[in-house]
């Protein structure tokens, strides 16, 4: 079985058999349906335009959780470009030194954080070397709009992207900045570890997964943009007054390198330590005394019974 070794590599597995399945479900005062067809297509028209139309590309993204953002996020991992993901809820001042320290010339961002981006380019950047792309309609100079960069990647042909190599990227060049801090990362951590959180936690096939909290961390990523790939689910962009939390893969806690979630009816432990990730089921009649001897070797003791949680360094394959 050939393994998957990149971002591209899965989006193209995804496209490949899940082609004709809903990869996504808008459904914010209206539905709309978009298949895995159509969602590399955008995937890739977006990156054919980057590609095409920014230089020295060092591109930031505004925490969002919307489809736009993710086809945003996984095109320019495509293209191996410095992508930071910047966490809405940190202050003007940081996120514009977040900007500075990476040098970044290019901002994606929606209309919620609009006020909070034009002020950082009026006040503290070179505006000729920051470019301004607004997921939403109706902007003026200097704002890009996405719709109409996306739609120009749909028809260029000279800047294809389908000779890049797929090969293991081991340049930590994926950022997240957020109130924790930034941690850098590069795209086998994710991939890998959507790889093992899904088969440790029995993920089950065919199913939706619902989509309403801001995409600022290392485990909301895995879990609601580079899992769904692996395993063909239905992301449902929808309101929170509408949300079904019965099938859905629920990040109920985190910490810098840790998470608990819940999926179906049980809890886990994730852990990310840069190096492996670690998955292991929490029992509810687990008491406290023993939940205090849990070490960062990740050793549980566990219905009486220790057992310790082995590094696994396997790799996705498809």
């Given at each position: 079985?050939?393994?998957?070794?990149?971002?591209?590599?899965?989006?193209?597995?995804?496209?490949?058999?899940?082609?004709?399945?809903?990869?996504?479900?808008?459904?914010?005062?209206?539905?709309?349906?978009?298949?895995?067809?159509?969602?590399?297509?955008?995937?890739?028209?977006?990156?054919?335009?980057?590609?095409?139309?920014?230089?020295?590309?060092?591109?930031?993204?505004?925490?969002?959780?919307?489809?736009?953002?993710?086809?945003?996020y996984l095109a320019n991992i495509m293209l191996r470009n410095t992508i930071i993901v910047i966490d809405s809820n940190l202050s003007q001042n940081s996120i514009t030194k977040i900007i500075k320290k990476y040098n970044i010339n290019t901002i994606f961002f929606s209309k919620t954080n609009k006020s909070k981006i034009l002020e950082i380019f009026k006040n503290n950047i070179k505006k000729k070397n920051l470019n301004l792309v607004n997921f939403d309609s109706?902007?003026?100079?200097?704002?890009?709009?996405?719709?109409?960069?996306?739609?120009?990647?749909?028809?260029?042909?000279?800047?294809?992207?389908?000779?890049?190599?797929?090969?293991?990227?081991?340049?930590?060049?994926?950022?997240?900045?957020?109130?924790?801090?930034?941690?850098?990362?590069?795209?086998?951590?994710?991939?890998?570890?959507?790889?093992?959180?899904?088969?440790?936690?029995?993920?089950?096939?065919?199913?939706?997964?619902?989509?309403?909290?801001?995409?600022?961390?290392?485990?909301?990523?895995?879990?609601?943009?580079?899992?769904?790939?692996?395993?063909?689910?239905?992301?449902?962009?929808?309101?929170?007054?509408?949300?079904?939390?019965?099938?859905?893969?629920?990040?109920?806690?985190?910490?810098?390198?840790?998470?608990?979630?819940?999926?179906?009816?049980?809890?886990?432990?994730?852990?990310?330590?840069?190096?492996?990730?670690?998955?292991?089921?929490?029992?509810?009649?687990?008491?406290?005394?023993?939940?205090?001897?849990?070490?960062?070797?990740?050793?549980?003791?566990?219905?009486?019974?220790?057992?310790?949680?082995?590094?696994?360094?396997?790799?996705?394959?498809?």
């Amino acid at each position: 079985m050939k393994q998957i070794l990149t971002v591209k590599g899965l989006v193209d597995f995804a496209y490949n058999k899940y082609k004709s399945k809903n990869a996504a479900t808008i459904d914010k005062g209206y539905i709309k349906d978009i298949n895995y067809f159509n969602y590399r297509f955008d995937i890739y028209s977006l990156a054919r335009a980057i590609n095409s139309k920014i230089k020295n590309k060092r591109i930031a993204i505004i925490s969002e959780s919307r489809y736009e953002f993710f086809v945003t996020y996984l095109a320019n991992i495509m293209l191996r470009n410095t992508i930071i993901v910047i966490d809405s809820n940190l202050s003007q001042n940081s996120i514009t030194k977040i900007i500075k320290k990476y040098n970044i010339n290019t901002i994606f961002f929606s209309k919620t954080n609009k006020s909070k981006i034009l002020e950082i380019f009026k006040n503290n950047i070179k505006k000729k070397n920051l470019n301004l792309v607004n997921f939403d309609s109706n902007n003026k100079f200097p704002i890009i709009e996405y719709e109409k960069l996306i739609n120009l990647g749909r028809y260029i042909e000279d800047y294809s992207i389908d000779n890049i190599a797929d090969i293991e990227e081991k340049n930590k060049n994926i950022v997240i900045a957020n109130l924790e801090g930034i941690r850098e990362y590069n795209q086998q951590d994710f991939i890998i570890s959507a790889y093992i959180i899904g088969k440790k936690i029995k993920l089950k096939k065919k199913k939706s997964i619902q989509e309403n909290t801001n995409i600022n961390t290392f485990y909301k990523i895995v879990i609601k943009i580079i899992l769904p790939l692996l395993y063909g689910l239905n992301i449902r962009f929808i309101a929170e007054e509408n949300q079904n939390s019965n099938n859905n893969i629920e990040i109920i806690e985190e910490e810098k390198n840790k998470a608990i979630v819940y999926y179906r009816g049980n809890k886990y432990i994730i852990q990310n330590s840069n190096i492996d990730t670690y998955v292991v089921r929490i029992e509810d009649n687990l008491l406290k005394k023993e939940n205090k001897k849990e070490s960062p070797n990740f050793i549980l003791i566990r219905t009486n019974k220790r057992e310790k949680i082995r590094s696994n360094n396997k790799r996705a394959t498809i």
